[in-house]
């Protein structure tokens, strides 16, 4: 008996705010004032390291960071990285020399990131993508404008189905669809053409 019941388990809706904030295409306008506050300040600050060679030919300026973020200061100071195992993941970069590509993967990364949330491109990925980069940022030990655009990035994954609305998305979607529902694009044709 108790086992029929589970099966028969209620389905619960979703409060009347979050339906309007994550599904109803009126809040795309809101969505979209998140989308060009976060792509500008991801393509900001991708443009700014394009223009630095420190960042673009020798990696030098990701080195820096990275060495700035392992060092252990003497104590009651606290290091910049608080994990063992992320200390060991970014020392292991380093002493690879993988700062050298892996600088041109951080702008790279950033101006794409940037151009898409502005677009209105694969919203959903594009700031999927973006809070990655701020979760490892602030995991190296940076706060800056981190923890504010992780939140905004997980906001916009959370209203993938209407932050693109105003965007490329609103056909992108339709044609191209989601990994687990693919569009007009990619569905197969059913039935038998005579």
Excluded: C
């Amino acid at each position: 008996m108790a086992t029929s019941q589970l099966a028969k388990s209620p389905t619960f809706a979703s409060p009347p705010w979050a339906e309007l904030l994550f599904r109803d295409p009126k809040s795309a306008w809101f969505w979209l004032v998140v989308r060009l506050y976060l792509g500008y300040s991801w393509l900001e600050h991708g443009l700014e390291k394009l223009s630095n060679p420190a960042w673009v030919q020798t990696g030098e300026a990701l080195k820096g960071f990275w060495q700035r973020a392992v060092a252990i200061p003497e104590p009651p100071a606290r290091p910049p990285i608080a994990f063992d195992w992320y200390r060991a993941f970014i020392q292991s970069l380093l002493d690879s020399g993988s700062y050298t590509w892996f600088s041109k993967l951080v702008v790279f990364g950033e101006i794409a990131v940037g151009i898409a949330l502005i677009l209105g491109i694969f919203v959903w990925f594009s700031a999927f993508m973006g809070g990655f980069m701020n979760w490892n940022f602030m995991m190296a030990g940076t706060a800056s404008t981190n923890p504010v655009m992780l939140i905004l990035a997980i906001l916009l994954v959370l209203a993938w189905r209407t932050a693109g609305w105003i965007g490329l998305d609103r056909w992108l979607l339709v044609y191209i669809g989601t990994p687990w529902q693919p569009g007009l694009l990619f569905q197969r044709k059913t039935g038998t053409q005579a």
